[in-house]
């Protein structure tokens, strides 16, 4: 079913992102708005109705200044909520697995089956021990959070017509143009945490969210350098992961946190060579605001042991002609969530 006019919106923990384009044909769009407005830490909560009003009045805001033609909407999850494991399934009509995917959603979820709501992407068809099976990606996003999304969203005067959680609309964003036949790790470089995904095609078949992100960076050099804040912030963006820089002393501070995020992904990437080869990632991609990290596409190359490049999700937009001053002030890298949730068709 085609959806109606609409935008994309990424609440993230520092900021909220906007992105509204017009599809053109397949591989097609022009983009028509884009915005980002600061927010105070803490603004995701969402425990009460104080918060769910303070950030309404937030998400108002944005869409009043970022020039949006429409009050529908699509939002995403964070995707430290969703839960995802990959499983199999018997190789059935799709009528008739709803049941397979509620007993081995049963087996595996942390929570009651019916706290979440329960969607799943098929990955590949194999045969195992002489059985027919399809290979899935589980999704399970929590129903209450989900409801407090929707909440807000309606406290903001918005119509929300889907939520997707921001590995769906990230894979969206990096394969618009064209499917990723080779298949990619995206890493989703965040200020709160780097949510790791793989692409194949079009189509997200691994996700995980790991709770390591810039925020933490910029923590390691305050802690080694005593200091404040603002300043080991302004550190971190000028030297980054440069050895050449600064004698090394920032790349050397934020090195024991990065290999916390190398260490995750090389265990994404031998899952990947000893149970899925023909999906084993052959390059990286990077994206979020924390992709404008000095020196970070090298570091991972040449950790890793794959090309790693920053991706930016409007380099192949067609782009209102208003809104090119503006894009020229906007580091774009960080929009890919909001741009990829304005990209669903359907």
């Known amino acids: 079913m085609k959806l109606p006019e609409f935008f994309g919106i990424d609440i993230g923990s520092h900021s909220i992102k906007v992105a509204q384009v017009q599809q053109k044909g397949e591989g097609k769009a022009k983009l028509e708005a884009i915005g980002h407005l600061e927010t105070p830490v803490g603004i995701l909560s969402l425990e009460d109705d104080n918060a769910k009003t303070e950030l309404a009045n937030k998400i108002k805001q944005i869409h009043s200044a970022s020039g949006i033609s429409t009050k529908k909407v699509v939002?995403?999850?964070?995707?430290?909520?969703?839960?995802?494991?990959?499983?199999?399934?018997?190789?059935?009509?799709?009528?008739?697995?709803e049941e397979s995917v509620y007993?081995?959603?049963?087996?595996?979820?942390?929570?009651?089956?019916?706290?979440?709501?329960?969607?799943?992407?098929?990955?590949?068809?194999?045969?195992?021990?002489?059985?027919?099976?399809?290979?899935?990606?589980?999704?399970?996003?929590?129903?209450?959070?989900?409801?407090?999304?929707?909440?807000?969203?309606e406290l903001a005067g918005l119509e929300l017509l889907a939520l997707e959680t921001e590995t769906i609309a990230t894979a969206r964003a990096v394969s618009f143009v064209s499917p990723l036949e080779q298949g990619a790790l995206v890493l989703d470089f965040g200020s709160a945490g780097t949510d790791v995904s793989v692409i194949k095609g079009r189509n997200l078949i691994f996700s995980q969210s790991i709770g390591t992100g810039s925020d933490q960076l910029t923590k390691a050099i305050t802690?080694?350098?005593?200091?404040?804040?603002?300043?080991?912030?302004?550190?971190?963006?000028?030297?980054?992961?440069?050895?050449?820089?600064?004698?090394?002393?920032?790349?050397?501070?934020?090195?024991?946190?990065?290999?916390?995020?190398?260490?995750?992904?090389?265990?994404?990437?031998?899952?990947?060579?000893?149970?899925?080869?023909?999906?084993?990632?052959?390059?990286?991609?990077?994206?979020?605001?924390?992709?404008?990290?000095?020196?970070?596409?090298?570091?991972?190359?040449?950790?890793?042991?794959?090309?790693?490049r920053v991706e930016d999700p409007i380099q192949n937009l067609e782009i209102k002609s208003s809104l090119k001053s503006e894009i020229a002030q906007l580091s774009t890298v960080g929009f890919t969530v909001a741009v990829g949730l304005s990209l669903k068709s359907e």
């Open 75 to 97: 939002a995403a999850l964070p995707e430290s909520t969703i839960f995802t494991r990959i499983i199999l399934l018997p190789d059935v009509p799709e009528k008739d697995l």
């Open 103 to 153: 007993y081995e959603a049963k087996q595996y979820l942390p929570t009651p089956v019916s706290d979440v709501q329960l969607d799943y992407i098929p990955i590949t068809k194999v045969q195992i021990e002489g059985k027919n099976l399809i290979r899935a990606l589980l999704v399970a996003a929590p129903k209450a959070i989900a409801q407090k999304y929707i909440d807000v969203m």
């Open 223 to 308: 802690a080694d350098f005593g200091l404040d804040y603002q300043q080991a912030e302004q550190y971190k963006r000028t030297y980054g992961l440069l050895s050449d820089q600064a004698d090394g002393k920032i790349a050397n501070s934020l090195a024991p946190i990065m290999q916390v995020i190398i260490n995750e992904i090389n265990k994404t990437i031998n899952y990947f060579r000893a149970h899925l080869q023909e999906s084993t990632p052959k390059q990286i991609l990077i994206v979020g605001d924390g992709a404008k990290l000095p020196g970070l596409p090298e570091y991972l190359t040449q950790n890793l042991g794959i090309q790693a």
